[in-house]
């Protein structure tokens, strides 16, 4: 019998099959953190063939193509895309292990009916079939996220963003999921970037705001932030590599402020002191509005500069970071909390050996009412298989309440990657089945359900919307 992507996939037990058919199976998505692009989904862009829609952007697979020792060419380069998708076919039998191999092949019996195996004998056969469908209108981002019956969508935003395409969706009768802007300052945070000067000229322009000094810049940030909200904005999101918080003044930082906007370069020790400063400031307006704070921490980002210089960041070449940064993270959530201003915070860490740290950070802070204020976010990037989401979810469980996580994201570029929210509710039904069968857990099948519709979907629904 072949048990590959079968109906019991990643479901062990009896108890865990229950769970999966009568709570997981069916439920909508809430996909709280993505890189879609607004303009894709408005547009209802039609794409000429399957490597267009699987491989372009995609570094998860340019890096396991990589690994198995494709050509630049056949990745970001000049090759044709069918002889991309071939080269992708050839990498994949050498995937089993990876999770890529699992999602591959559920994104196309999900979105397209395929139960083939991807494999070089099968992939001109494959690429056809999914090109013939790719034709029709049913095959664009639209349909996509209406086949995975997703309710919510949170982009990530860049503060100068004018949001135009959240706008129009927003306005459309005919689109029923809500796209929402996510707030993502890295352009104010990191002043150090050679982009800094041109970033700050074209919030001026979107802000009205003419920046001069610390004062001003705050009071440009404050009008996006404001202006996120009024388009449906609920949410920030950082991508912090290490977090050293220092307490700052503004008497502190407006001259660090003023000698990078002078052009000057700053120490180390200067830097701290600024997005120690800004980061608190941008998380007390967070407050304000009720919105949610994503810290995506341990990315250690650009690692092979010659092929950064070729093709650009964020292509690929990013891994696991070894910063210790649980005191930063204290010191900036206690600061915020000691102004009364600490908003609904998503911790993630990239480093799996500092889940024990984030885990147990959340019972730190709390707010009466509000269960699992501060989250312990999923298994993200690296972590995002089945160890790294079991891992997560039983430190969660030994040190918190696993009943009130706000589950699964995707994290991705691609219209297809809704399969892994499956991917992970199957896994959280695993462990709970598990948990029952061995006599961990009490078999009461109406509270566990509930936990895992609660997991699957309505925690993050209420976390993020009701106020």
């Not at 865990?16 to 547009?43: G, M, Q, R, S, T």
């Not at 920046?211 to 940030?221: E, G, I, K, N, W």
């Not at 900036?332 to 998503?346: C, G, I, Q, S, Y």
Request: aromatic share 12%.
């Amino acid at each position: 019998m072949n048990t590959f992507l079968n109906k019991h996939f990643l479901l062990d037990t009896k108890a865990a099959v229950d769970l999966y058919e009568n709570a997981a199976k069916d439920l909508p998505i809430f996909d709280f953190h993505c890189h879609l692009v607004p303009e894709e989904v408005w547009e209802n862009k039609p794409y000429e063939n399957i490597t267009q829609l699987w491989l372009g952007g995609d570094h998860y697979k340019w890096r396991a193509m990589r690994m198995h020792g494709i050509g630049e060419e056949f990745i970001t380069g000049e090759k044709s895309d069918w002889e991309k998708f071939e080269a992708w076919a050839k990498t994949m039998p050498y995937l089993i292990g990876n999770p890529l191999h699992h999602w591959a092949h559920m994104e196309l019996k999900m979105f397209f009916g395929i139960e083939k195996i991807l494999s070089p004998e099968k992939a001109r056969e494959i690429y056809d079939e999914c090109n013939e469908k790719l034709a029709q209108p049913d095959y664009r981002p639209r349909s996509f996220i209406e086949t995975a019956n997703v309710k919510f969508i949170g982009t990530t935003d860049d503060p100068v963003s004018t949001l135009e395409y959240h706008q129009k969706l927003k306005a459309d009768e005919t689109f029923d999921a809500i796209i929402a802007p996510t707030f993502r300052p890295d352009g104010a945070l990191y002043i150090e970037r050679p982009t800094f000067h041109n970033w700050v000229k074209t919030l001026e322009e979107v802000s009205d705001v003419k920046v001069t000094d610390l004062d001003s810049f705050l009071q440009a940030l404050q009008q996006r932030v404001d202006y996120f909200h009024e388009n449906g904005g609920r949410a920030s999101d950082h991508d912090i590599q290490k977090l050293e918080y220092v307490e700052t003044t503004k008497e502190e930082a407006a001259p660090i402020f003023a000698k990078r906007l002078n052009g000057e370069e700053l120490t180390d020790n200067e830097l701290t002191a600024y997005q120690s400063f800004l980061l608190k400031q941008v998380g007390m307006m967070y407050a304000e509005k009720s919105w949610v704070m994503q810290l995506h921490m341990g990315a250690m980002r650009n690692n092979n500069t010659r092929m950064k210089e070729l093709i650009g960041p964020d292509t690929g070449f990013d891994s696991i970071g070894e910063k210790n940064f649980a005191e930063g993270v204290s010191k900036f959530l206690d600061a915020l909390e000691m102004e009364n201003k600490l908003p609904r915070t998503v911790l993630f860490n990239l480093n799996p050996k500092d889940n024990a740290v984030l885990a147990g950070m959340m019972g730190n802070f709390y707010e009466a009412g509000v269960p699992g204020k501060i989250q312990f976010g999923s298994g993200w990037w690296f972590n995002d298989h089945i160890d790294g989401m079991e891992r997560q979810m039983k430190d969660l469980a030994n040190v918190g309440l696993l009943s009130h996580f706000i589950g699964m994201l995707t994290d991705s570029r691609s219209f297809l990657s809704y399969a892994r929210h499956d991917y992970f509710r199957r896994i959280l039904c695993n462990i709970l089945g598990d948990w029952v069968e061995r006599g961990l857990a009490p078999n009461d099948p109406k509270f566990l359900e509930e936990m895992v519709r609660n997991i699957g979907y309505n925690n993050a629904e209420k976390y993020f919307l009701e106020r």
